[in-house]
């Protein structure tokens, strides 16, 4: 009967029973303080485990127990036996299952040996792992009674998916993400019961394609596995989605609707920015675990729009050097992956060239109250102004970052912008001035290391709501020596880095930031423990 200590059958098999004449007693619990809400005990029985019988007590909110041991001959153990407790918080556990031996080929059935409980397990440099509990008992009833009990604790828990559209990018960086999925992300949802639907991508457009057609609401999340492109374009195609939905008009979006469902980031690429600023480091089984708990983190996203049309949503871009290196990786698609983004930014750094263009933007309110670390107010320069007091900058820049989180990655722990939050509604706008290949090199590798990177007179940082890049057409001999370097400025139009996407534009580009617009799977970055990690491209 729930809630009641009811008695129980011996525990069987392994677990056996000690002769008459020897007592034995069960090692008393800690006390403990009143009991809070979710603290009374719902079950208690003997369970065998780690080949020890164990006195086992189950709350909603943690799971108890403590080994059964022979009375010492002196009857003063119980401090000794009460420091053996150990407790598995609820909220830690994913999964529950009948521990079973079957034959070779045997599907269904089988000699019950008990129940195995499945752990989230916190490790060293942001990692998580699973492990498993062994509660080893040979009573059918008792077994499943706990079974059931455990189950109704688990499907109480808030935001755990139970089924997720899955898109696997096999392209993405070593052609890994299928294997990833497979042999390391698939397992933990089949063991978490969460059923999945698989969508292959076989080409650029083909998730955002599915997106606009399927039934989003049988699904309570979406998961991408691939790199960063590959997971802009999913986060792209569920908020456009959401406005199709809503019935908005997508060429103009000002005041764009939330995602209806989180998304997942699976990392199988090579930078990974987000899979890093979510998870603090690159892991298919903490990503996947953060999937399979539920954590949950609402996050900024960024509209790009020209003076006719939305773009596309996305979190970061930047244009100059970020997007020509791009722009030069991708003409060399035939080389491996790492040995193609190494020689595209040697090469773009070796013919490095400003762009001119105008910028205007809006600076964000801050209270007085708010602003933090007084080394970086000079820096920061952030208005107090109106709403509506626009600012403009004109001149030649090497590069141009528009970001609404902190882009973490093995080549900026610290991240790209370390000045702005997943979530704070507002975006850092840096500018880096013309300056000299020599220069410019020395603040690239500032990003590598915990100095500031932004601490050079060439480097201007903003926190802004909005900002519109106007490029300026270059004429004369400049203009045909930046034919050879990017033939698509050529024609007009200037290369974008958004999200590790190459787009290309001529026109005005209008970014917005729209707080929390999105829900990922992942945890505050400032939670997380500060990763260590080195760059090798510079």
């Known amino acids: ?28 619990l800690a006390a403990a303080p009143p009991a809070r809400a979710g603290d009374e005990p719902l079950l208690r029985g003997i369970f065998e485990i780690g080949k020890r019988s164990c006195d086992v007590v189950l709350s909603a909110r943690r799971l108890r127990w403590s080994p059964i041991l022979p009375e010492s001959p002196t009857g003063d153990s119980s401090v000794a036996l009460q420091a053996q407790e150990e407790i598995i918080e609820m909220k830690d556990v994913f999964s529950v299952k009948l521990k079973r031996r079957r034959f070779a080929g045997q599907k269904k059935g089988g000699t019950l040996l008990g129940i195995t409980i499945f752990k989230c397990l916190n490790k060293e440099e942001n990692k998580l792992t699973d492990c498993a509990i062994h509660l080893n008992n040979l009573s059918e009833d008792h077994c499943q009674s706990w079974f059931r009990r455990l189950k109704e604790i688990l499907n109480g828990f808030q935001n755990r998916p139970k089924s997720l559209k899955v898109f696997v990018n096999p392209s993405s960086h070593k052609r890994e993400a299928t294997h990833v999925y497979y042999e390391k992300v698939a397992p933990l949802f089949k063991l978490a019961d969460i059923k999945t639907d698989v969508t292959v991508t076989e080409y650029e457009g083909h998730a955002l394609s599915v997106l606009k057609e399927c039934e989003l609401q049988a699904f309570d999340g979406v998961v991408c596995v691939g790199g960063d492109g590959s997971v802009s374009e999913v986060a792209h195609g569920l908020l456009l989605r959401a406005q199709i939905d809503a019935g908005k008009d997508t060429d103009y979006v000002s005041k764009p609707v939330r995602a209806p469902v989180p998304l997942g980031v699976i990392p199988a690429g090579t930078t990974n920015i987000l899979a890093h600023t979510l998870y603090g480091i690159k892991h298919a089984v903490t990503a996947t675990l953060h999937i399979v708990m539920g954590h949950i983190q609402a996050v900024d996203v960024c509209t790009f729009s020209t003076p006719s049309k939305l773009l596309r949503f996305g979190f970061s871009a930047m244009f100059g050097f970020g997007a020509r290196t791009l722009a030069l990786a991708e003409k060399h698609r035939w080389m491996p992956s790492s040995q193609r983004k190494d020689f595209a930014f040697i090469k773009t750094l070796a013919d490095l060239k400003p762009e001119e263009c105008e910028l205007s933007f809006l600076p964000l309110q801050i209270p007085q109250e708010d602003c933090q670390e007084k080394d970086r107010k000079k820096k920061e320069k952030t208005k ?28 900026a722990p610290r991240g790209l912008a370390p000045n702005t ?74 290369p974008w880095n958004i999200d590790g996407d190459l787009m290309k534009e001529a026109s005005e580009v209008h970014i917005r930031v729209h707080p929390q617009l999105i829900d990922l799977y992942g945890v505050n970055t400032d939670d997380l423990e500060s990763s260590q990690a080195t760059c090798n491209c510079i």
Not at 12 to 17: E, I
Not at 385 to 392: A, C, E, F, L, P
């Open 1 to 28: 009967m729930p809630g009641a200590a009811a008695p129980l059958p011996r525990p069987q098999g392994r677990a056996r029973a000690a002769p008459q004449e020897r007592r034995r007693r069960v090692a008393p």
């Open 421 to 494: 939050r997943l979530n704070n509604g507002s975006m850092a706008l840096i500018v880096v001035q013309n300056t000299s290949r020599t220069e410019f090199i020395k603040h690239l590798k500032r990003y590598t290391s915990v100095e500031n990177q932004f601490n050079f007179p060439f480097v201007e940082t903003y926190t802004v709501q909005e900002v519109k890049v106007q490029p300026r057409l270059k004429s004369g001999p400049d203009a045909k020596e930046n034919t050879r370097l990017n033939a698509a400025s050529a024609e007009g139009n200037h």
């Open 384 to 411: 107090k102004g109106s709403k509506d007091q626009w600012q403009k900058i004109q001149g030649h820049f090497l590069n141009v970052s528009i970001m609404a989180i902190p882009c973490l990655c093995s080549m």
